[in-house]
């Protein structure tokens, strides 16, 4: 989803003869019901000539112009190619020079896409007009080949009738074969935590009910519905899960929590917390997305005023007491506790932590996975500390 259209460049383009001022707000207010940039919008619809308006916004805003198509998309740091951004945005991030990252934009009036990626990736941020074909273009063959480097793409109508017909008699049957040939469930639900990464998404939540079985992303703390494959499959998605996460798969009356580990590569992998919940129509799992690699652990990057800063780290120095961090899904608890916890972290001090579950892993931290059903509880564990 992409952000919402900007007025900035509405506005000049009304005080020039390319757009008189009724047309201006008109497309600006169209650009905004369909949740279309402003720029996408005029471009799409043959109102203005993307060439023109580059040259426009280069001689109003004085914001140089690169010609995208000439640019080598294999020398963009992929670190910097955070999707959800781009998507957001509708920009792209090409190279950095110093603690500088240049953005290509369309728009150059669309600040808000240089202060989320400055705040991402805690550098400087300075924006390169390209015209709005090109970034299109540009954008999507960007995403497609990230996508067959990951070999996923989003969901689609084909897949779900496809595991249809592989799995067509499985209707809730108390007796799921796990030893069955589930190759297309597999493929699926690994499509599905994919995309989920790719998203930015902070959970999943597979969902049965009597009728209807729906798959949702809990993206920026707000659940969206991705997909809604055959309610017949209800079970076979539980017991995949379960053996992943290294669950009872016979045990479909109570909760239960377990972990899953997903290798992207070589050099990444994802943590995953998983609960599951029996509920009337099945057991309902949910995700939860632990990327400790995404979380950089610096102060400065938690996004306090100096205010905020000074009673943190006031708070930390003190010989004893409770640090209580509350907010919803996605808002950084956990990130502000363990950048807490590693400016505690020196050779002079020791630091045990109980948890469940472990989320980050911290170099010089005794972290206490809690484990109640061996007997290791919080109270257990710190006794043990003390």
């Not at 917390?273 to 939860?288: F, Q, S």
């Not at 590693?342 to 109980?354: D, F, K, Q, R, Y």
């Amino acid at each position: 989803m992409t952000s919402s259209p900007n007025s900035g460049l509405a506005t000049s383009l009304a005080a020039s003869s390319l757009l008189s001022e009724p047309d201006s707000q008109r497309y600006l207010s169209q650009a905004k019901a369909q949740r279309k940039p402003f720029v996408t919008f005029l471009i799409e619809n043959d109102i203005l000539d993307s060439k023109a308006l580059a040259d426009f916004c280069e001689l109003e805003y004085g914001v140089p112009l690169l010609d995208l198509a000439a640019f080598d998309l294999g020398e963009i740091p992929q670190k910097y190619l955070n999707q959800k951004l781009i998507e957001k945005h509708h920009v792209l991030p090409i190279y950095t020079q110093g603690h500088t990252l240049y953005i290509a934009m369309s728009d150059p009036t669309n600040v808000s896409a240089l202060e989320d990626f400055g705040f991402s990736f805690g550098l400087h941020t300075e924006a390169l007009l390209v015209e709005e074909i090109k970034l299109t273009t540009a954008i999507a063959k960007l995403m497609e080949s990230e996508q067959d480097v990951l070999g996923v793409a989003h969901i689609d109508e084909t897949e779900i009738s496809e595991l249809e017909v592989s799995n067509e008699d499985s209707r809730l049957d108390e007796g799921v074969n796990t030893t069955d040939d589930d190759a297309p469930i597999v493929k699926y639900i690994h499509k599905i935590m994919i995309d989920a990464i790719k998203r930015g998404a902070s959970d999943l939540h597979f969902e049965p009910y009597e009728t209807k079985y729906r798959i949702r992303f809990r993206i920026d703390g707000i659940l969206h519905e991705v997909a809604t494959p055959p309610v017949n499959l209800a079970n076979r998605f539980a017991a995949r899960l379960k053996v992943m996460a290294k669950l009872d798969i016979a045990e479909r009356r109570l909760p239960q929590d377990g972990r899953i580990k997903l290798k992207l590569s070589r050099s990444k992998s994802m943590d995953m917390r998983v609960n599951t919940l029996p509920t009337m129509w099945g057991e309902k799992i949910v995700i939860r997305l632990l990327d400790s690699s995404a979380a950089r652990l610096n102060l400065d990057q938690l996004g306090f005023d100096d205010r905020q800063k000074a009673q943190y780290l006031n708070a930390l120095s003190k010989p004893q007491g409770m640090i209580l961090v509350t907010g919803p899904t996605g808002s950084g608890k956990t990130v502000s506790l363990y950048t807490g916890l590693n400016i505690l972290n020196t050779h002079e001090v020791n630091i045990s932590t109980a948890e469940d579950p472990v989320e980050i892993n911290l170099s010089g931290v005794n972290q206490v996975q809690i484990n109640p059903k061996a007997g290791l509880t919080f109270a257990s564990a710190l006794r043990s500390f003390l």
